[in-house]
């Protein structure tokens, strides 16, 4: 049975870090992509980074360009989002996702596999 743990995520001032991660066991082998998709209270669900886990592949999403990075340990399925100058409006369940059912799939917002999330919050 896959699983994926989040951790890292907290309460922090605007302005300021956080590094989230996420570990999958009980998958044989590389998933093709794995990524960071986001939901606030009362808005839709989007998503944030994704990295092709089999090259160097990612995207960001623009809201987050330029402040958050995605980053993989190549060969362990473990992701990794630094996101750097927090603003208020990054607060939301953050979810780890791998494994999109199409190609590519950086390009995919269809994960196979999700995490139970970890809650970002920024205070202004």
């Known amino acids: 049975q896959v699983q994926l743990v989040e951790s890292g995520g907290g309460s922090v001032q605007a302005g300021g870090s956080l590094r989230l991660s996420c570990k999958a066991s009980?998958?044989?082998?590389?998933?093709?992509?794995m990524g960071w998709v986001r939901q606030a209270p009362e808005k839709e669900r989007e998503k944030v980074a994704t990295?092709?886990?089999?090259?160097?592949?990612?995207y960001l999403a623009s809201s987050v360009k330029g402040r958050f990075t995605i980053s993989q340990d190549k060969g362990k399925n473990t992701v990794y989002l630094q996101m750097n100058s927090l603003k208020p409006e990054d607060t939301a369940m953050y979810y780890c996702?791998?494994?999109?059912?199409?190609?590519?799939?950086?390009?995919?917002?269809?994960?196979?596999?999700w995490g139970p999330g970890t809650q970002v919050t920024v205070s202004s």
């Open positions: 009980g998958y044989t082998g590389s998933f093709n992509c």
């Open positions: 990295i092709y886990m089999r090259g160097d592949g990612t």
């Open positions: 996702a791998a494994d999109s059912p199409y190609r590519p799939c950086l390009q995919s917002n269809a994960y196979n596999y």
